[in-house]
């Protein structure tokens, strides 16, 4: 069975750090790329970072860049997400998803597994 | 605010054929492909349809999208009260060069 479990979020004040990560198992990890996307209290969702199956490659929302960092460790099957510089707009629910293919691109953007989610929550 | 834009709400009640929309722009919906989640209440989103109308396995065929030049929309035929959840679309933007969202519309059965 395929699953995909997030852990590490936490309470935090702004301008504090926060690792979070994402177990999956159930299938090839290295062959596909996942995504981090939050969804903040009330509202829609938002892409944050993927990174390709290789994790050769990553890519980032303008609202993140520079300050959120993606990784993987295909021999642990573990996704991770680097927080620094945290904000009050950073609050969400940070939900880890497999892609459908080792690429990111305008084929292959869509999310076809989605963890339960982690709570990030930013304030002073 | 999102980027593509969906009704904040709908409604229908049992049986009935219900049909939700998303409008985008040229970058976007325009010229890729669109995707659609489920998202029942206090849960994770679930792939709906992808690549405009291809469901993935275990989605009923109840459930079908389409598209049409900057719009695209979700069907959902034969209303079930378990229909009853928060429907995302998404798309990828060649401008943002990553996907795009709705903000969401709230599905209410009746």
């Known amino acids: 069975e395929v699953q995909v479990l997030e852990s590490g979020g936490d309470s935090v004040q702004p301008g504090g750090s926060l690792r979070l990560s994402c177990a999956a198992s159930?299938?090839?990890?290295?062959?596909?790329?996942f995504t981090w996307v939050r969804q903040a209290p009330g509202r829609g969702l938002e892409w944050v970072a993927t990174?390709?199956?290789?994790?050769?490659?990553?890519y980032y929302a303008d609202s993140v860049k520079g300050r959120f960092t993606i990784s993987r460790d295909n021999s642990r099957n573990t996704l991770y997400l680097q927080m620094s510089s945290l904000k009050v707009e950073d609050t969400a629910i940070y939900y880890c998803?497999?892609?459908?293919?080792?690429?990111?691109?305008?084929?292959?953007?869509?999310?076809?597994?989605w963890g339960k989610g982690t709570t990030v929550s930013v304030s002073s | 605010q999102s980027i593509l834009t969906q009704p904040p709400s709908a409604s229908g009640t049992p049986g009935q054929r219900v049909i939700m929309s998303c409008s985008g722009g040229?970058?976007?919906?325009?010229?890729?492909?669109v995707v659609w989640y489920q998202q029942l209440p206090g849960t994770a989103p679930r792939l709906l349809i992808y690549?405009?109308?291809q469901r993935p396995s275990g989605v009923p065929d109840r459930f079908s999208g389409s598209k049409s030049g900057t719009s695209a929309s979700l069907a959902i035929s034969g209303l079930q009260s378990e229909d009853e959840a928060d429907y995302h679309c998404?798309?990828?933007?060649?401008?943002?060069?990553?996907?795009?969202f709705g903000g969401g519309t709230k599905l209410t059965v009746l």
């Open positions: 998404a798309g990828w933007d060649d401008s943002l060069n990553g996907p795009v």
């Open positions: 040229s970058s976007n919906i325009g010229s890729n492909t």
């Open positions: 690549r405009n109308n």
């Open positions: 159930g299938f090839t990890f290295k062959a596909y790329a």
């Open positions: 998803a497999k892609g459908d293919s080792g690429s990111f691109s305008s084929y292959y953007f869509y999310m076809a597994v």
């Open positions: 990174a390709s199956g290789t994790g050769g490659s990553t």
